[in-house]
């Protein structure tokens, strides 16, 4: 059966890989230069040398369910254990502490996108390829019905069967092309009530001036959540970089802002955390994430629509969880269940 999935997040090439080596041919539509989605890295400062983890800053090891995952990408060199230092900054007292979390972090010493990049390995994966609709193609007896995938370049392409493995709004946006069509209606419904904490990433770096000991500084100060410092955070010996995260509230508040706006109201904040030094970098870069963190999951491991003869499912991190675990259990449940299913 020939499978088309629609992002390369690790939901998306998770359940690609899982089909694949189930014998399906499987083609994974990304409309991105890479792969991992939300796990993602920038390349920027002088002569883009400096390496920053501009999406999710870490994974965390949360269940046991998520352990053989993490211990593969581990086993194969693509992270490793992260030990920190890790500090809370409070603001009242301005002091400073210690941190020491209660679940085990990982990193990828040459950035997240590492992660995509691996799980790409396994399955033939289009980049730069957005999937703008899907059209179904039906009624011909002699022919099993397909899908048609409608890209925005205006070039078309047919599969047995498709997953939609990207954030709810954008499966929202592709499965509203197929209404009249099938009965996706309860699917869309459901997906349309989910929720998403936007976020800022802001990109600073300073040259060789000194850097702060510790690896991740976490706050309650309103404007910034956490700061990751990515020159200790790699070991390495690229110049002294931040990535600052904002707090949901903040980054709703100034979603449509201008930019130049946010970011010196993020470098005041940044001087009042760590002093005037850091409200001057050599460059900044920011990000605005419209779909960073899921507020109200939906309760099951993936949704399909039953009952045609053309599968179609959604997928991703807003299943049974809000986090890179909820995305790859979710691609895992429907690769499996679809191997089961499609067996001949
Ligand atoms: C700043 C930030 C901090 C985070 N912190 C944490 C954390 O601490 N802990 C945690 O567990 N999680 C965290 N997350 C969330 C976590 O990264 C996500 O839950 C997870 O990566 C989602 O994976 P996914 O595969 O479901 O979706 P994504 O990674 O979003 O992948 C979806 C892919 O689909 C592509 N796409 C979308 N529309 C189309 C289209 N029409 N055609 C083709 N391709 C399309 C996108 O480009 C993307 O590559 C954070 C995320 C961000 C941004």
């Known amino acids: 059966m020939k499978i088309a999935i629609i992002g390369a997040g690790v939901?998306?090439?998770?359940?690609?890989?899982?089909?694949?080596?189930?014998?399906?041919?499987?083609?994974?539509?990304?409309k991105s230069k890479g792969y991992g989605g939300r796990l993602s890295t920038r390349y920027a400062g002088k002569e883009n040398a400096t390496r920053l983890d501009h999406g999710l800053p870490y994974i965390e090891l949360s269940s046991e369910k998520f352990t053989p995952f993490v211990k593969e990408l581990g086993d194969?060199?693509?992270?490793?254990?992260?030990?920190?230092?890790?500090?809370?900054?409070?603001?009242e007292d301005g002091k400073t502490k210690e941190l020491r979390p209660s679940k085990k972090r990982f990193i990828a010493p040459k950035g997240m996108n590492e992660v995509g990049r691996f799980l790409a390995r396994y399955v033939?994966?289009?980049?730069?390829?957005?999937?703008?609709?899907?059209?179904?193609?039906?009624q011909d007896r002699t022919k099993k019905k397909t899908w048609m995938l409608n890209f925005t370049s205006s070039a078309v392409e047919s599969a047995d069967a498709v997953i939609i493995a990207t954030p709810s709004k954008q499966a929202y946006a592709v499965l509203n092309t197929t209404i009249d069509e099938i009965a996706t209606l309860k699917l869309v419904r459901e997906i349309d009530e989910v929720?998403?904490?936007?976020s800022f990433s802001f990109m600073v770096g300073y040259g060789d001036a000194g850097t702060p000991d510790w690896a991740m500084l976490e706050t309650d100060h309103p404007v910034i959540s956490s700061i990751t410092n990515e020159k200790i955070k790699r070991g390495s010996e690229q110049e002294t970089s931040f990535v600052?995260?904002?707090?949901?509230?903040?980054?709703?508040?100034?979603?449509?802002?201008?930019r130049d706006v946010v970011e010196e109201?993020?470098?005041?904040?940044?001087?009042?955390?760590?002093?005037?030094?850091?409200?001057v970098p050599n460059w900044k870069q920011l990000h605005f994430w419209r779909y960073s963190t899921v507020i109200n999951p939906l309760p099951y491991p993936f949704m399909e629509v039953v009952g045609n003869d053309t599968p179609i499912a959604v997928i991703g991190g807003y299943m049974n969880g809000s986090s890179l675990e909820a995305a790859y259990l979710s691609g895992k449940a429907i690769g499996e269940y679809w191997n089961r299913k499609f067996k001949d």
Request: aromatic share 8%; no cysteine; charged share 25%.
């Open 11 to 30: 939901a998306g090439l998770t359940a690609g890989r899982e089909l694949a080596n189930g014998g399906h041919e499987v083609v994974v539509f990304e």
């Open 76 to 91: 194969r060199g693509v992270i490793e254990p992260w030990v920190g230092p890790f500090v809370y900054h409070n603001v």
């Open 124 to 138: 033939d994966v289009r980049t730069e390829t957005k999937v703008g609709g899907l059209t179904h193609i039906g």
């Open 195 to 198: 929720e998403y904490n936007p």
């Open 244 to 258: 600052i995260h904002t707090t949901a509230e903040f980054s709703k508040d100034h979603e449509n802002e201008k």
């Open 265 to 279: 109201k993020i470098l005041d904040a940044l001087s009042e955390v760590l002093g005037g030094w850091a409200a």
